[in-house]
């Protein structure tokens, strides 16, 4: 029954008339598989419902699971989400309560929507260019991939489907009003939900990284990718060129994303004058704080200026901080 619940309601988003990524689809999927099995690996039953007969004790029993197990509340907040999508297929739409319904406390399942800290390679202590120059013996193309995520603020997957000849065009075929005009030549970058944004290209660092790109690429409408892959392959190998050279959250405290998080961060202290409030810049004045968080969420493919805070931080970070930083204590 699941299997023919996934068929016919898998591709649909469970709150807008839309679909859902393949990503999303197939990380769906897992859960719900995974969700079924754990009732009677994890929760004590001796054999998984028909999703038919899901109840309260079902989800009441899994959520007390993944409280032992530790779960971080971004995860529990996504495996509700799925179950509500489940709810929603099997016209139970309340099947699934809130969080504290379940004796869920905030701080279990509470996202943090800004972030805490500088998750850049630079806070972490990691040399950008000396970890490309090394990624660049063992794999040119994922280097490539990772300095594009650097010089442009990209996603993984938007970097792998980056073509360095096609999607660099002339201000004048971006179609953005003349009041835009910030370089002569622009990256086309489509991202999350399909957004486009375009991005000026008014670095030499840039230039440099499409110049490198473009001699790895087989032809003038060819991506980043290696054309012997596909989509998720090319993907899997950035993941494992990452993990190979440690860069990982257990191992390095930050992960490919992190090239991201410092192109924004800077561009927020290009912007602001000051630097971001997770990497201890001072608040700025509201006007100013605004114009920089907007160049912040536009950079990253955002359509909401809130989520600059997810890479900058917030002003109430910085508004906290201890005025005298003597009187800190040392970092351990």
Same mark, same amino acid.
């Given at each position: 029954m ?9 591709? *649909? ?30 929760a ?11 109840? *309260? ?9 993944? *409280? ?7 995860? /529990? ?19 699934v ?25 630079? @806070? ?10 090394q990624? @660049? #013996?063992?794999?040119?193309r ?12 990209? =996603? ?6 980056? &073509? ?18 910030? @370089? ?12 486009? &944004?375009?991005?000026? /290209?008014? #670095? ?7 110049? *490198? @790109?473009r ?9 980043? +990718? ?5 989509? &998720? ?15 990982? =959250? &257990?191992?390095? +405290? ?8 410092g192109?924004?961060n ?9 630097p971001?409030?997770?990497?201890? +810049? ?43 930083r ?7």
């Amino acid at each position: 029954m699941l299997d023919v619940l996934l068929r016919l309601f898998n591709m *649909q988003h469970t709150a807008l008339g839309k679909t859902v990524s393949h990503k999303t689809r197939h990380e769906r999927a897992r859960f719900l598989r995974r969700f079924f099995r754990d009732l009677v690996d994890k929760a004590g039953f001796r054999r998984p419902p028909d999703p038919r007969n899901l109840g *309260q004790k079902h989800v009441q029993a899994m959520v007390q699971v993944w *409280q032992r197990e530790r779960l971080a509340p971004a995860t /529990i907040q996504t495996y509700l989400s799925f179950l509500r999508g489940l709810a929603s297929w099997l016209d139970k739409p309340g099947l699934v309560r809130p969080p504290a319904h379940y004796g869920l406390r905030l701080e279990e399942y509470e996202r943090h929507e800004y972030a805490q800290r500088d998750k850049s390679w630079r @806070a972490q202590g990691l040399d950008v260019e000396q970890v490309l120059q090394q990624v @660049a #013996a063992f794999d040119p193309r994922i280097a490539a991939c990772m300095r594009l995520m650097h010089v442009f603020g990209l =996603r993984d997957k938007e970097s792998v489907m980056l &073509r360095p000849h096609a999607h660099v065009v002339p201000f004048a075929q971006t179609g953005l009003p003349d009041v835009g005009l910030n @370089a002569d030549d622009y990256l086309w970058v489509k991202g999350k939900g399909g957004r486009v &944004r375009w991005i000026a /290209i008014d #670095a030499d660092a840039q230039r440099l990284a499409l110049a *490198q @790109a473009r001699t790895l690429v087989t032809g003038q409408d060819a991506s980043m +990718g290696d054309p012997a892959r596909t989509l &998720r392959q090319n993907l899997r190998r950035l993941m494992y060129v990452l993990e190979k050279f440690g860069i990982t =959250r &257990r191992a390095a +405290g930050t992960t490919g994303h992190g090239l991201r998080h410092g192109h924004v961060n800077d561009l927020y202290e290009q912007i602001g004058g000051v630097p971001s409030p997770v990497r201890g +810049g001072p608040v700025l004045p509201p006007v100013q704080d605004r114009a920089a968080r907007k160049a912040v969420a536009e950079r990253a493919g955002h359509a909401r200026l809130r989520a600059s805070g997810a890479y900058i931080g917030s002003v109430t970070l910085a508004r906290n901080r201890p005025s005298d930083r003597s009187a800190e204590p040392p970092c351990g």
